[in-house]
């Protein structure tokens, strides 16, 4: 199974928040990233996280890192349809290298 | 800047044939990586290059995969002979060096019947 785990589906209503959750392994990591998915699309950097960080924000975006409890959150403010994806979680492990959990699919319904 | 490019986007072949990915990464970037990614699953790691030498093969199933970046830049992705369970999206990735941020490329979407 994925050492990342992350929860598969979240429905949204347009214009609410969104927050999705994710628990990683190792408390080494570096970086906490995650990425967005679209249909028939590669994955797109959406943030990342430095581990001596609690929280970041960046536009829409708001990231909070539980080191203790080796938590990661995504929170996207005013969430609009083009918002509908899989976003995955990853953490640097081993040199850098990413582990990913298995996505969470956000609908957004209107 | 133009991102990772890769080719084809989509290929079907059936079992037991070869298939092969190629992949651009962004200009200057030292590191490539190449991903598998099956459906309902995050990418998992095949292999890994920082410039044209293997730093990290140790998920790339060797008797049917193959990779190689000659000159440091492109990079193919082989598969002989495909197998079912090789259906899925491959994704390439660079960065400029392995502790930097990857950016991906739009996946070969590949299915094998």
């Known amino acids: 199974g994925e050492d990342v785990e992350q929860s598969l589906f979240l429905s949204v209503r347009e214009g609410d928040s969104s927050v999705i959750n994710c628990t990683y392994t190792d408390s080494s990591s570096t970086y906490l990233y995650w990425y967005k998915q679209e249909p028939g699309a590669g994955l797109q950097l959406l943030t990342y996280i430095f581990s001596n960080m609690d929280m970041k924000q960046d536009q829409r975006l708001t990231v909070l890192l539980n080191k203790k409890d080796k938590h990661l959150s995504l929170r996207i403010a005013d969430t609009q349809t083009g918002d509908s994806a899989i976003y995955f979680c990853a953490e640097t492990v081993n040199d850098y290298k990413l582990s990913f959990g298995a996505g969470t699919t956000v609908t957004v319904r209107a | 800047e133009a991102g990772v490019a890769q080719s084809p986007r989509y290929k079907i072949i059936e079992k037991r044939q070869s298939v092969a990915f190629w992949c651009n990464p962004i200009s200057g970037h030292a590191t490539l990586y190449w991903y598998q990614q099956i459906l309902g699953q995050g990418p998992k790691l095949l292999i890994q290059f920082q410039n044209n030498g293997v730093v990290d093969d140790s998920q790339l199933p060797k008797d049917r995969f193959s990779a190689e970046r000659l000159k440091g830049v492109d990079s193919t992705l082989k598969i002989q002979p495909a197998k079912l369970e090789d259906s899925a999206v491959y994704l390439c990735?660079?960065?400029?060096?392995?502790?930097?941020?990857?950016?991906f490329g739009p996946g070969t979407r590949l299915l094998v019947l």
């Open positions: 990735a660079s960065s400029p060096s392995v502790e930097e941020t990857q950016y």
